[in-house]
């Protein structure tokens, strides 16, 4: 993975439960992912919807341990973008806007928090991404 490709990356709530759950068929991925971002210094963003998001389906399946993981372990490492009230409104609009029943408003938040920041890559196991037009890493195989 070349760095002049990647100058900042944003991850994705799939790609925080893959590299939390030990159990995960994608946690390898996800560790060795993960680790050449923080080896290379890659900047790695999220937003706080995203981040909420984590927290509910970390604490849901995982428990209280992995939430600790997840605060002491990777959100050091994160620059955490904060959602505006304007911004809110604007993501509201395109979620309604999109009219599907699977891309959740998290998701457009994080297309969004990607467009305003110019970041062309997320880590994430969504296809949404892709679909948007983001490069996907790690690399997902195509859909049938």
């Known amino acids: 993975m070349p760095k002049s490709v990647m100058a900042m ?11 939390l759950s030990l159990q995960d068929s ?11 971002f923080v080896e290379e210094d890659i900047p790695i963003y999220a937003n706080n ?11 849901n399946r995982l428990g209280m341990s992995a939430i600790r993981d997840l605060q002491e372990k990777i959100v050091p490492w994160l620059q955490t973008e904060w959602i505006s009230i304007r ?15 699977r891309l959740s408003l998290v998701d ?31 690399a997902l195989p195509p859909t049938p």
């Open 26 to 36: 994608l946690h390898p991925i996800a560790r060795q992912t993960w680790d050449y």
């Open 87 to 101: 911004q809110h409104q604007e993501i509201v609009e395109i979620f309604i806007t999109a009219n599907r029943r």
């Open 49 to 59: 919807y995203l981040l909420v998001e984590a927290y509910a389906l970390l604490q």
């Open 108 to 138: 457009c938040a994080s297309f969004a928090t990607m467009r305003r920041l110019g970041i062309r890559t997320a880590f994430t196991f969504d296809p949404h991404f892709a679909e948007q037009g983001f490069e996907v890493l790690p």
């Open 9 to 19: 990356i944003l991850i994705d709530t799939s790609a925080l439960l893959a590299l």
